[in-house]
């Protein structure tokens, strides 16, 4: 019998630079957000790598299972409004 005697997992997120993306760095334990924070900076930022962190609890990610990926991404071709296709450009408009 195994007993779990660590903190909770949490996902770490960093931005690089102000304006770009995040992208995920790894994971950490801690007991709440808090630490949760100052670990993923301790553990992933030493070197100046990042100008904000996001820490989200693994067990709150949701993700689509592989093998729906036919179904899920589906294009909506019912709904025409989403294709730009349809629409004419008025003459003489600028940076549309």
């Known amino acids: 019998m195994s007993s779990d005697n660590q903190f909770p997992q949490w996902e ?23 630490m949760a ?23 709150s990610i949701v993700a689509s299972n592989p093998d729906d990926s036919g179904s899920f991404f589906d294009p909506s071709n019912d709904k025409i409004y989403r294709q730009p296709t349809h629409y004419v450009m008025p003459e003489g408009a600028k940076n549309i």
């Not at 770490?12 to 808090?34: C, M, N, W, Y």
């Not at 924070?37 to 067990?59: C, F, H, I, K």
């Open 37 to 59: 924070l100052q670990n993923a900076r301790d553990l992933y930022t030493r070197r100046m790598e990042g100008t904000s962190l996001w820490v989200v609890p693994t067990d």
């Open 12 to 34: 770490v997120f960093i931005q690089s630079k102000t304006g770009l993306p995040f992208k995920h760095a790894g994971s950490v334990h801690a007991a709440d957000s808090e």
